[in-house]
Nanobody, 118 residues
């Protein structure tokens, strides 16, 4: 069983930065994809960024050039560096770990609130 714990959310002024962390405990497959989703009040959940075990990354157009997803394999942790934050980035951010091989699984963290406001 894998558990994901997010941290790093908070209140930041527009133009500021935050780094979110998603720490995974338990057995981690060699082949996996990690996603950062976000959901603002009254809006549908949006995929913000993803990273594969091969290091390939993808970003939503709304965050491209401002957010960077990365990983530290030694710490079993995925990061989302968020720069030049805007009020519309305000949301609950959740990480999702999709295991593909040799074990299969789909795990979510509890979410962390990010609020961008002056």
């Amino acid at each position: 069983q894998v558990q994901l714990v997010e941290s790093g959310g908070g209140l930041v002024q527009p133009g500021g930065s935050l780094r979110l962390s998603c720490a995974a405990s338990g057995s981690i497959s060699n082949m996996m994809i990690v996603y950062w989703y976000r959901q603002a009040p009254g809006k549908e959940r949006e995929l913000a960024a993803s990273i594969t075990s091969g290091g390939d990354t993808n970003y939503a157009d709304s965050v491209k050039g401002r957010f960077t997803i990365s990983r530290d394999n030694a710490k079993n942790t995925i990061y989302l560096q968020m720069n030049s934050l805007k009020p519309e980035d305000t949301a609950v951010y959740s990480c999702r770990l999709l295991l593909k091989w040799p074990s299969v699984g789909d795990y979510w963290g509890q979410g962390t609130q990010v609020t961008v406001s002056s």
